[in-house]
């Protein structure tokens, strides 16, 4: 939810919470040295210590709460957090026979906090782990994306068909017709597409 807030909000907050917690923590030095401060450095300290624990509220408590109050998501970002099983369908062709790859049958793990989101993918053959993560939302359609770049890496034993590799994804969730289904498409460093359609899994 952090990354959906402008740049020039994150900065704000951080250079407000800095010199906020600069005079809070001089408050209490001159506490502890038995000098005067003045009420404006305690309010500060105060402020600072109200600030630290509605960070750590927000990231244990926001999407329990928004589970219950499902407004809240359509408003910032739906909760992902689940395992997902589905399919990958490569639009690799072979060249010398024209064919096409069999469904790959794959399971997703995305792990999300009030300031993160990671996506992990477990294939037949390989596992794909996120690098970054980017979300989109479409708040007038009520649609949204998350996109994130990865890296894959083959299991040993099928290393000599299948070599590590990056790529670039997304995923897209239509909150008014199923909350629970993400489609989306990949794209390969190795020139290779694919088409991505899971379901979470209660």
Not at 46 to 75: C, E
Not at 152 to 172: I, K, M, T, W
Request: with cysteine; glycine share 6%; hydrophobic share 40%.
């Amino acid at each position: 939810m952090w990354s959906l807030l402008q740049r020039k909000t994150q900065l704000l907050i951080i250079v407000s919470a800095s010199i906020l917690s600069a005079w809070g923590l001089e408050a209490v030095w001159f506490w502890c040295l038995g000098e005067q401060t003045t009420p404006l450095k305690w309010i500060s300290f105060a402020v600072s210590i109200v600030g630290v624990v509605m960070v750590g509220a927000a990231d244990l408590f926001w999407f329990r709460l928004a589970r219950i109050v499902p407004y809240m998501q359509t408003k910032m970002f739906p909760d992902l957090n689940g395992d997902w099983d589905g399919h990958l369908k490569s639009t690799w062709m072979d060249p010398e026979t024209g064919t096409t790859l069999p469904l790959i049958r794959a399971n997703l793990k995305i792990r999300q906090t009030f300031f993160t989101t990671s996506v992990t993918w477990k294939m037949g053959e390989s596992f794909s782990k996120s690098t970054r993560v980017f979300l989109e939302p479409d708040y007038e359609n009520r649609r949204y994306r998350l996109w994130y770049s990865y890296n894959n890496d083959p299991q040993a034993q099928f290393s000599h068909r299948s070599s590590p590799h990056e790529g670039v994804a997304y995923l897209d969730l239509d909150w008014d017709t199923d909350r629970n289904r993400l489609t989306g498409t990949y794209y390969t460093a190795r020139k290779t597409t694919g088409d991505m359609d899971v379901r979470r899994q209660p």
